[in-house]
């Protein structure tokens, strides 16, 4: 049974073992193991602040980014209606130019038909005067194949230019 009551000499120098490892432990070990866990407690709380902030940052580059791409939409929409704006401008411009343009091509085919016009008007006098003299002197070779038809005819013409004047 002597295994199961332990004598009280080594109960006394386990007793005194223990309290000096306590009183080591807590002068040497207890103070370096705190201040461990201090650090380590610190190191969290920064690890922690650090995020925070990144947090933060990260949530100031989104509004950023939002406000930069809302200015993009913004200065796009304005690109797009000038462009717009142009477009239509270049479109009037160029059916204006057409319309001047064809009213030139109307106005010069008008001068060609009218000139041309002329023209023929002119052909068709020489050609109809042409036939009335050859029909005039055929009148009047036969008319005037007689002395007497001649003078006749030359008085008569004369009587007329005194007349009118």
């Known amino acids: 049974m002597e295994l199961f009551t332990p004598d ?11 309290a000096i490892l306590f009183l080591l432990l807590w002068k040497k070990g207890w103070p370096a193991i705190m201040n461990m866990i201090d650090k380590r407690a610190d190191l969290i709380d920064k690890g922690v602040e650090y995020a ?3 947090k933060d ?3 100031k580059a989104r509004q950023s980014a939002d406000r930069i791409l809302a200015e993009a939409r913004h ?5 797009l209606r000038e462009a717009d704006h142009m477009k239509d401008q270049i479109v009037e411009q160029a059916r204006q130019e057409a319309r001047s343009a ?4 109307i106005d010069s ?3 060609a038909i009218a000139q041309e016009r002329k023209e023929a008007e002119k052909q068709f006098r020489d050609q109809v005067s042409l036939f009335a003299l050859d029909i005039a002197s055929k ?4 008319d005037l194949s007689g002395d007497k038809a001649q003078s006749k005819l030359v008085t008569d013409l004369l009587d007329e230019i005194e007349n009118k004047n």
């Open 8 to 18: 009280f000499g080594l109960v006394f120098w386990m007793f005194l073992a223990f």
């Open 102 to 105: 064809a009213q030139k091509e």
């Open 109 to 111: 085919a008008r001068v």
């Open 75 to 79: 200065r796009q929409a304005d690109i």
């Open 57 to 59: 940052q990260l949530d």
């Open 139 to 142: 009148v009047t070779r036969r």
């Open 52 to 54: 925070q902030q990144a």
